[in-house]
């Protein structure tokens, strides 16, 4: 189907050339469709209601914005060091466990090397040092001496939307990941008695959070009253963007998710003594020596 030409915008004022303004850079001609009142123009343009333009203007930023599957080029997936976004992923022999087991339902984390928030979450990062007092007799102030520092759980509330199958599948690879790494080996599992998975934490480059080793300590999410459900087939028959399938199985479980959720996570950073007692120094760390990427097995320090 043809659309109208768009007419150019100026990027910093968003005003045409003859002075009109514009929304999302649709052309007037493009707003508005032979009728004086609202009822008809709504009712002229397509068949559905809605404003061609707006197909035009997702046209212009597929791949770019809205894009979860962010790629380097054609056909590599962007490495966490080189993607700002937020990543929550694994070590490559604890994902062969999870997201690249094979598993249908983690397909599409596979294609992400873990999961990418699709919108900037909201992240809260606490740093402590820890002192504790000696109340002096005949004193007017008390006595503090050192005890320790840290850094406090880091709280994650990222948002997610699903309006098609593909971002219903995603949200749902998510869930059951978060999930999964709340649990230990158990059972008749090769692995029983082993705790809950490590994962890392890469986001806005390596000055903030440089692929920091933590724990999954809490996960939650919200099913909400007030937005509609759409039905998602979990598990089967999931294709990469070309089209071409990734994994398919005979059962795809029918799933109701929700159009916005919000998901919750408490990361606790963890270093091994080895690395604290090996590589860290203040000096060091202050000097911002102690940032990682995920090749080093060294630092990974904030």
């Not at 873990?114 to 979450?121: D, K, L, M, N, R």
């Not at 320790?148 to 690879?173: C, P």
């Amino acid at each position: 189907m043809a659309y109208p030409q768009q007419s150019p915008s100026n990027s910093s004022t968003n005003f045409a050339p003859d002075g009109t303004s514009q929304t999302a850079s649709f052309s007037p001609s493009q707003q508005s469709y032979g009728g004086s009142d609202p009822s008809t123009n709504r009712l002229g343009t397509l068949s559905e209601g809605l404003v061609k333009g707006g197909g035009l203007a997702l046209e212009a930023i597929k791949d770019t914005v809205f894009n979860i599957f962010f790629k380097t080029d054609k056909s590599s997936v962007a490495k966490a060091e080189d993607d700002w976004r937020v990543r929550v992923s694994m070590q490559p022999p604890t994902a062969a466990l999870f997201y690249n087991s094979g598993a249908p339902i983690y397909s599409p984390l596979r294609l992400t090397n873990g999961v990418v928030f699709p919108y900037t979450p909201q992240i809260d990062i606490s740093y402590s040092a820890n002192y504790s007092d000696q109340g002096l007799t005949h004193s007017n102030y008390n006595s503090y001496y050192y005890n320790r520092s840290e850094v406090q759980a880091i709280n994650i509330n990222a948002d997610f939307t699903v309006q098609n199958i593909e971002e219903g599948q995603y949200l749902a690879a998510a869930m059951f990941f978060f999930k999964s790494c709340t649990k230990m080996f158990y059972g008749n599992s090769q692995l029983a008695g082993t705790p809950p998975p490590m994962v890392f934490l890469d986001g806005y480059g390596p000055a903030v959070l440089p692929h920091v080793p933590c724990v999954v300590t809490n996960f939650s999410h919200t099913m909400p009253g007030d937005v509609d459900y759409i039905n998602i087939p979990v598990g089967a028959n999931i294709q990469d963007k070309a089209g071409n399938p990734i994994q398919s199985s005979d059962f795809a479980a029918p799933t109701r998710l929700p159009t916005f959720t919000t998901l919750r996570l408490s990361l606790q950073p963890i270093y091994s003594k080895n690395n604290i007692a090996r590589n860290f120094t203040l000096e060091n760390y202050s000097r911002g020596y102690l940032m990682q990427s995920p090749d080093s097995d060294r630092g990974g320090f904030i």
